[in-house]
């Protein structure tokens, strides 16, 4: 039922940035908690980072991209970022978007946990 859509991907050296989109429809970020993941050739599928639908919306990161990696929300362009900089060839992966109305706040970086995914977006970071 709630469709997301995923852009921004590409092809960036190692070092660089990159800002992910995931455009949702109206209100969803109202109601819905929103979590980037990303999954590697051979890996299992892994949160890198999610927001939650409460004003100002709390955030959660993933070790690895701590520091790193920015997620936000615009509620009025009904979108959810994610800006990547300092990028390394492990961040290489599919990066997806998904939605969930009542995730816990400790399983926010959880796949299993979400309800609705977007198709994903291939970030490749290598020189």
């Known amino acids: 039922q709630l469709q997301l859509v995923e852009s921004g991907g590409g092809l960036v050296q190692p070092g660089g940035s990159l800002r992910l989109s995931c455009a949702v429809p109206?209100?969803?970020?109202?109601?819905?908690?929103i979590g980037w993941f990303r999954q590697a050739p051979g890996k299992e599928r892994e949160g890198v980072s999610c927001?939650?639908?409460?004003?100002?919306?709390?955030?959660n990161y993933a070790d690895s991209v701590k520091g790193r990696f920015t997620i936000s929300k615009d509620n009025a362009k009904n979108t959810v970022y994610l800006q990547m900089n300092s990028l390394k060839p492990e961040d290489t992966a599919v990066y997806y978007c998904?939605?969930?109305?009542?995730?816990?706040?400790?399983?926010?970086?959880?796949?299993?946990?979400?309800?609705?995914w977007g198709q994903g977006t291939q970030v490749t970071v290598s020189s």
């Open positions: 927001i939650s639908s409460s004003g100002g919306g709390s955030t």
């Open positions: 109206e209100f969803t970020l109202t109601y819905y908690a």
């Open positions: 998904a939605a969930d109305p009542y995730t816990a706040p400790d399983m926010c970086l959880m796949p299993h946990e979400y309800l609705y």
